[in-house]
């Protein structure tokens, strides 16, 4: 039985700059950090006392006797990659789907390392996000970037390059102290709205036409928040004031992004005291992150007292093996 553990990420700077129509032609960037919220994939080899060969359970159960009957496109996608059959598969999360978070690519990267484990092979975090982003974007066919793959693979506080065809992981190099004060003064709040990334992806994709300008400012900013973070003598307030930048741009980037009743929310938090935030994701739903200052986060926390608060701790080490316990499986012929 092998059991891994894959943390969700929350991408600060640059989101939108890391899909492959975009950093093509025009470079990307991204700052992102994971969190020590986490999805749980379970693997094992179905024992042959039943009348199907693989079991699924997630957000719904599947029972079939055959890779090509599954339902869920990923699993059944990385099932014929990796060429997996007989399976009891089960999923499990300490946060909602479909949220803003990165949750599919981190079990698309969880389950791939899964499969690896159980096949008694090691394999490295690049390799872990190449392939889950072939499995999502080529094989699966969903809209989106690239940066949620490689937040779940590696984990940590980075900016994530893209370039031509390829990427690069740079870690953000700051003291232990101003990375905890930076983690303090974040908030993160659950709307209680949940959206399919790549349905927002498409819609903003269709609406974008003539939002290239945002999209590099957005890639600018994330020069401005490195700096803030890694110059000690930066005040850290700045980096909230650029995730209200980055917001009410990333905004003007398609209808799709915000609502109504987010746009409350988002300026009720102002009101109440914090220099900034952004609903993390593509939009339409999920979590919103705030920038608040110790002394403003009871008066936040009043003010939005509806919605859900969730306290985190930022993690360094992205997708892990936490059990593994090999087993003989010998293929039926």
């Not at 719904?60 to 339902?71: A, M, T």
């Not at 903003?204 to 945002?214: C, E, L, N, S």
């Not at 650029?242 to 009410?248: Q, V, Y």
């Not at 109504?260 to 938090?269: C, V």
């Amino acid at each position: 039985m092998i059991i891994t553990q894959t943390p969700f990420r929350m991408s600060f700077f640059g989101g939108g700059t890391d899909i492959e129509s975009f950093f093509r032609e025009n470079r990307g960037s991204v700052l992102s950090s994971t969190f020590d919220k986490y999805c749980y994939v379970t693997v094992r080899h179905l024992p042959r006392f039943f009348d199907y060969s693989t079991d699924l359970t997630y957000s719904k159960s599947e029972r079939v006797n055959s890779v090509d009957e599954i339902e869920h496109p990923a699993i059944r996608n990385a099932m014929k990659m990796l060429d997996m059959h007989e399976l009891r598969l089960t999923y499990d999360a300490d946060l909602p789907a479909r949220s803003g978070l990165g949750t599919s690519s981190s079990f698309a990267v969880g389950m791939l390392n899964a499969f690896y484990a159980l096949k008694g092979r090691y394999v490295d975090k690049k390799r872990l996000a190449d392939e889950a982003i072939y499995l999502e974007r080529t094989l699966c066919n969903e809209s989106g970037g690239w940066q949620d793959q490689i937040a779940a693979a590696y984990g940590g506080l980075n900016r994530i390059n893209f370039i031509d065809n390829e990427y690069e992981v740079m870690p953000v190099i700051i003291s232990p102290e101003r990375k905890q004060q930076l983690n303090r003064n974040l908030m993160l709040f659950f709307t209680g709205f949940t959206r399919f990334s790549s349905v927002v992806q498409r819609a903003i994709a269709m609406d974008k036409r003539d939002k290239f300008a945002q999209l590099k400012e957005m890639h600018r900013l994330v020069d401005d928040a490195e700096t803030v973070l890694t110059d000690s003598h930066s005040n850290l307030d700045e980096f909230g004031r650029l995730l209200d930048h980055t917001w009410r741009l990333k905004r003007q980037v398609g209808a799709a992004v915000s609502t109504e009743s987010i746009d409350g929310l988002y300026e009720r938090g102002i009101k109440a005291g914090a220099i900034g935030g952004k609903l993390l994701g593509a939009g339409g739903g999920g979590f919103l992150l705030f920038y608040v200052p110790q002394e403003y986060q009871e008066a936040v926390r009043a003010e939005l007292s509806e919605l859900l608060y969730i306290p985190f701790k930022f993690e360094n080490k992205g997708t892990q093996v936490i059990h593994y316990t090999p087993e003989t499986y010998v293929p039926k012929e």
